[in-house]
């Protein structure tokens, strides 16, 4: 009932707790979203087909667009794997922000 999400929501904002207090006023979940999953019942469309639609293919920049250096200007380049597992560990971690699954 209306009175229970008003204290509720209440007694977390006053601990502070506002990302906790938002998601519970507009019944929200955080959380990673399954690509696959659809985004809502309004449409067909999966989280993964909504993300590409919004991030179109990388285009190869022209030459001009790039910063010429001589080789001693260079910076060293460390090398740095990221796997799939870097990517999960992190993004669970990741709470907020734009989009499907902020």
Known sequence: DRDNVVKIFTRL???GKI???VR???ERVGGVLDPG????SDT?????DMLKLKHPDSKVPSQSA???CKDDEIPVWEDVEVNGSH???VA???QGGAGPGG
């Open 24 to 26: 519970w006023l507009t």
């Open 92 to 94: 669970r971690m990741i």
């Open 37 to 40: 999953e659809k985004m809502s």
């Open 87 to 89: 990517v999960l560990q």
């Open 13 to 15: 904002m006053l601990q």
């Open 66 to 68: 790039l910063y010429k």
């Open 44 to 48: 067909d469309m999966s989280v993964l």
């Open 19 to 21: 990302r906790p207090a």
